[in-house]
């Protein structure tokens, strides 16, 4: 419970970082060969969306991003440590402890969807579009390219 609990708490953290930067990285990539955005830099980027937008505005995308990076972290270590204790993994020294980390992080890769989300709900919010809903990205993306890309 306290892998558990570490990751959870642990992924919200990394969220309050990661959300502002992912939407910098985000927005200079989608607007780069548009007019007015071509000389663009991260300072300028956040310069734009906090007069804009303000403070919140560096949070687009910030549900998402703190439901990822969460679920992520949690049952990446949840895993890990499953493998590394319940199941002795670790009574086989460093090959047990990199086996049971590879585990656990092969493991959390059942988020993506959700990373995918992130990603377009940044994307609308960097070139001024009001994001979706969670379920609506889902939904637009199975519909355009199938499960295939949703998992």
Same mark, same amino acid.
């Given at each position: 419970?306290?892998?558990?609990? !570490?990751?959870?708490? =642990? *992924?919200? #953290?990394? $969220?309050?970082?990661?959300?502002?930067?992912?939407?910098?990285?985000?927005? @200079?990539?989608?607007?780069?060969?548009?007019?007015?955005?071509?000389?663009?830099?991260?300072?300028?980027?956040?310069?734009?969306?906090?007069?804009?937008?303000?403070?919140? !505005?560096?949070?687009? =995308? *910030?549900? #998402?991003? $703190?439901?990822?990076?969460?679920?992520?972290?949690?049952?990446?270590?949840? @895993?890990t440590e499953i493998?590394?204790?319940?199941?002795?993994?670790?009574?086989?020294?460093?090959?047990?402890?990199?086996?049971?980390?590879?585990?656990?992080?092969?493991?959390?890769?059942?988020?993506?969807?959700?990373?995918?989300?992130?990603?377009?709900?940044?994307?609308?919010?960097?070139?001024?579009?009001?994001?979706?809903?969670?379920?609506?990205?889902?939904?637009?993306?199975?519909?355009?390219?199938?499960?295939?890309?949703?998992?």
């Amino acid at each position: 419970m306290a892998s558990l609990a !570490g990751g959870l708490v =642990g *992924g919200l #953290a990394q $969220a309050i970082v990661m959300t502002p930067a992912g939407l910098v990285f985000t927005s @200079l990539n989608v607007n780069k060969d548009k007019p007015g955005f071509k000389n663009d830099s991260a300072l300028r980027v956040t310069r734009r969306i906090l007069r804009d937008k303000g403070i919140q !505005g560096m949070f687009a =995308g *910030g549900g #998402a991003m $703190a439901f990822r990076q969460a679920s992520n972290w949690a049952s990446r270590s949840c @895993l890990t440590e499953i493998f590394r204790s319940s199941l002795k993994m670790s009574d086989s020294g460093v090959m047990g402890e990199i086996g049971s980390g590879v585990i656990g992080g092969l493991g959390s890769c059942w988020n993506t969807p959700v990373e995918v989300v992130r990603v377009l709900t940044q994307k609308d919010a960097s070139v001024g579009k009001q994001p979706k809903s969670f379920t609506a990205y889902m939904e637009e993306v199975y519909n355009r390219e199938g499960i295939f890309v949703c998992v």
